[in-house]
T-cell receptor, first 114, second 113 residues
Framework: AQSVSQHNHHVILSEAASLELGCNYS??????LFWYVQYPGQHLQLLLK??????LVKGIKGFEAEFIKSKFSFNLRKPSVQWSDTAEYFC????????????FGKGTRLHILP | KAGVTQTPRYLIKTRGQQVTLSCSPI?????VSWYQQTPGQGLQFLFE???????NKGNFPGRFSGRQFSNSRSEMNVSTLELGDSALYLC????????????FGPGTRLTVL
């Protein structure tokens, strides 16, 4: 069955540090890929998405992610984090042409120290 | 454009009872998906409805059911509640069915005592 793994469950960084959150999935076919963010007390919202084309995707608030097909990965990066990036981050994958469900990872809780 | 709305926002029930949650998608969106969110488990897919038809279903028992109305509003029902059903239930809407960008509501926090 299709699955999504987020290896870091809890990450603590200082402001201005660089961030990379890992996401791997287990489907060999064509995929749509997403990163969603849930700030404290707010709705889940889309950070960025990849459907096709340039594997380096830029999203909101300075985030980017790189799709590496050979590694089944879609890692999220930000060169310099801010205190306001404290949130929970979810990677999600849709196996196109399979069952069309969007499967979410278990999330990574990011805490930025001021 | 108004966002996805869910009612009620909070609910407390006891074991054995049943509950109905409601979701109104963004205007023009015809796909509604439901997720269960619990600490450490992330979001687990319950089902997706598009044009009043269930397109997809996750691995949940038959106690979890849903439906969608002609105006795209959706309801989710859980019968014979168990303690483990305590969770945040999220609804997401999208314009198209399947693996497209989803817009999430604030969720309904269900507590089963």
């Amino acid at each position: 069955a299709q699955s999504v793994s987020q290896h870091n469950h809890h990450v603590i960084l200082s402001e201005a540090a660089s961030l990379e959150l890992g996401c791997n999935y287990s489907y060999g076919g064509t995929v749509n890929l997403f990163w969603y963010v849930q700030y404290p007390g707010q709705h889940l919202q889309l950070l960025l998405k990849y459907f096709s084309g340039d594997p380096l995707v830029k999203g909101i608030k300075g985030f980017e992610a790189e799709f590496i097909k050979s590694k089944f990965s879609f890692n999220l990066r930000k060169p310099s984090v801010q205190w306001s990036d404290t949130a929970e981050y979810f990677c999600a994958v849709n196996a196109r042409g399979r069952d069309d469900k969007i499967i979410f990872g278990k999330g990574t809780r990011l805490h930025i120290l001021p | 454009k108004a966002g996805v709305t869910q009612t009620p926002r909070y609910l407390i029930k006891t074991r054995g009872q049943q509950v109905t949650l409601s979701c109104s998608p963004i205007s023009g969106h015809r796909s509604v998906s439901w997720y269960q969110q619990t600490p450490g488990q992330g979001l687990q897919f319950l089902f997706e409805y598009f044009s009043e038809t269930q397109r997809n279903k996750g691995n949940f028992p038959g106690r979890f059911s849903g439906r969608q109305f002609s105006n795209s509003r959706s309801e989710m029902n859980v019968s014979t509640l168990e303690l483990g059903d305590s969770a945040l239930y999220l609804c997401a809407s999208s314009f198209l069915a399947g693996g497209n960008e989803q817009f999430f509501g604030p969720g309904t926090r269900l507590t089963v005592l």
